[in-house]
């Protein structure tokens, strides 16, 4: 069974700071998508960014990056250059390439930016 | 605008009656899940569907019941709701075919049992 481990319940940063926020999946899959979602008071899940596990270069959106490293089953968002509207829960998470379409989320971060 | 809508969005009832959540999605995807979100678990799978008529259980199946006679609506229903099951409730919709592989998530269902 696949699973998605987010250790950082809750973050806190200045605006204009970069921020990393961090997760680790476990699978025994060879190729798979990960992704981050952020989730606003407002309840909608938005896609920050997807990774496709057999594609070694890091995908990045804007100010949105990450930092996939396969081997070690890790994959961190970092947000640079922080504002008020990334104010949210973060959820990292995963789905196989093969099968059902599954996705498998961790347990969320979430992430305060502060004026 | 196309997407996925789900209904109502808060709901109130009380223990061990039945309640339904509705979920219609307009881009005809193949794939349709409910999730339950919790605070300090993330979103948990309840049920998903392939195709019309073809559903399976996901990690918390147990007190939930899932239809899907046709392939727009994905319907969730509480057979005897528990406090247990007071939460946010999250359908969603994914198309293999879809080149940039994405899930569209509706905006969410408050239900809490009293």
């Known amino acids: 069974a696949q699973t998605v481990t987010q250790s950082q319940p809750e973050m806190s940063v200045q605006e204009a700071e970069t921020v990393t926020l961090s997760c680790t999946y476990d699978?025994?899959?060879?190729?798979?998508?990960l992704f981050w979602y952020k989730q606003p008071p407002s309840r909608q899940m938005i896609l920050v960014i997807r990774?496709?596990?057999?594609?070694?270069q890091n995908a990045t959106e804007n100010r949105f990056s990450v930092n996939f490293q396969k081997a070690a089953k890790s994959f961190s968002l970092k947000i640079s250059d922080s504002q008020l509207g990334d104010t949210a829960m973060y959820f990292c998470?995963?789905?196989?390439?093969?099968?059902?379409?599954?996705?498998?989320f961790g347990q969320g971060t979430r992430l305060t930016i502060n004026p | 605008d196309a997407g996925i809508t789900q209904s109502p969005r808060y709901k109130i009832t009380e223990t061990g009656r039945q309640v339904t959540l509705m979920c219609h999605q307009t881009?005809?995807?193949?794939?349709m899940f409910w999730y339950r979100q919790d605070l300090g678990h993330g979103l948990r799978l309840i049920y998903y569907?392939?195709?019309?008529?073809?559903?399976d259980k996901g990690e918390v199946p147990d007190g939930y019941v899932v239809s899907r006679s046709k392939t727009e609506n994905f319907p969730l229903t509480l057979e005897s709701a528990t406090r247990s099951q007071t939460s946010v409730y999250f359908c969603?919709?994914?198309?293999?075919?879809?080149?940039?592989?994405?899930?569209?998530f509706g905006s969410g269902t408050r239900l809490t049992v009293v």
């Open positions: 969603a919709s994914s198309d293999v075919q879809d080149p940039n592989y994405g899930y569209t």
């Open positions: 699978t025994s899959e060879s190729n798979y998508y």
């Open positions: 990774q496709e596990a057999y594609k070694q």
């Open positions: 998470a995963f789905t196989p390439i093969q099968g059902a379409q599954k996705l498998v």
């Open positions: 881009w005809s995807h193949s794939y």
């Open positions: 569907s392939a195709a019309a008529d073809i559903t």
